[in-house]
């Protein structure tokens, strides 16, 4: 910052009161700084720095009321890593994250900019795909399936990890789903049906017929 003034007007008085101003507004300024960290911070999944259950519930509410009035549709894939729990019993949960991380950084690249991916929770995730119908969302949950069955994690020791794979499963507002509840539910079915046929693959939600009985 830079003042100016006539000569021989400037004391040393006015030289403390801006002092005094400037100090202020330096601590104004990083405490804003440190509140948009924190609500970033709030946001973020700090191991995958994907985005967080919280924020995504609250997102794909907000998305679904634009997919409403826009009448557009709106997808929601749901991905489960397989046979995790025994890559983190065999190598320990440092290789755990480190496939995590990894998995995390593939279902980005594999995704549209417009997309948002988020750490539901452990070893699930999410992708939301605004304006996206079914068979658009089958073609993505498909190639995040393959680039994640080719990806290559380090094992840090000689011996290589074993392949990570993923099992997805798609559903779609409104069709499948009329609140995020709903359309959760049916993408953790169709989710379960992919674990129940073999695991990696990808399976679009079906409406059950319930049977008469
Ligand atoms: P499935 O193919 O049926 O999904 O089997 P799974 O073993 O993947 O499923 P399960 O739900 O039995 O195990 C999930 C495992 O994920 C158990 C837990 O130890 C691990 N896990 C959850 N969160 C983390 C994490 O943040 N880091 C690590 N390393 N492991 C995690
Ligand atoms: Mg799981
Ligand atoms: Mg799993």
């Given at each position: 910052m830079r003042?100016?003034?006539?000569?021989?007007?400037?004391?040393?008085?006015?030289?403390?009161?801006?002092?005094?101003y400037l100090s202020g507004a330096a601590s104004a300024l990083s405490n804003l700084r440190l509140l948009d960290t924190m609500k970033q911070q709030a946001n973020i999944d700090s191991l995958t720095a994907l985005?967080?259950?919280?924020?995504?519930?609250?997102?794909?509410?907000?998305?679904?009321?634009?997919?409403?009035?826009?009448?557009?549709?709106?997808?929601?894939?749901?991905?489960?890593?397989?046979?995790?729990?025994?890559?983190?019993?065999?190598?320990?949960?440092?290789?755990?994250?480190?496939?995590?991380?990894?998995?995390?950084q593939t279902i980005?690249?594999?995704?549209?900019?417009?997309?948002?991916?988020?750490?539901?929770?452990?070893?699930?995730?999410?992708?939301?795909l605004p304006d996206t119908?079914?068979?658009?969302?089958?073609?993505?949950?498909?190639?995040?399936r393959k680039a994640v069955a080719r990806m290559i994690v380090p094992s840090g020791?000689?011996?290589?990890?074993?392949q990570t794979t993923v099992s997805l499963g798609i559903a779609v507002y409104p069709d499948h789903g009329r609140t995020l509840e709903e359309v959760l539910q049916a993408a953790d079915k169709a989710l379960y049906e992919s674990k129940r046929g073999g695991r990696n693959?990808?399976?679009?939600?079906i409406e059950q017929v319930e049977p008469a009985g």
């Open positions: 003042l100016e003034g006539l000569k021989g007007s400037w004391t040393s008085e006015r030289d403390k009161v801006v002092e005094s985005y967080n259950r919280r924020f995504l519930e609250d997102y794909a509410k907000r998305q679904i009321a634009v997919a409403r009035r826009k009448d557009e549709p709106l997808g929601f894939i749901m991905l489960d890593l397989d046979h995790f729990k025994a890559a983190n019993d065999l190598f320990g949960h440092e290789v755990g994250d480190r496939i995590l991380r990894h998995f995390a980005t690249g594999a995704m549209r900019e417009t997309n948002l991916a988020a750490r539901f929770g452990g070893e699930e995730f999410l992708v939301l119908n079914a068979k658009s969302c089958l073609l993505v949950a498909e190639r995040i020791t000689d011996k290589p990890l074993p693959r990808s399976t679009l939600y």
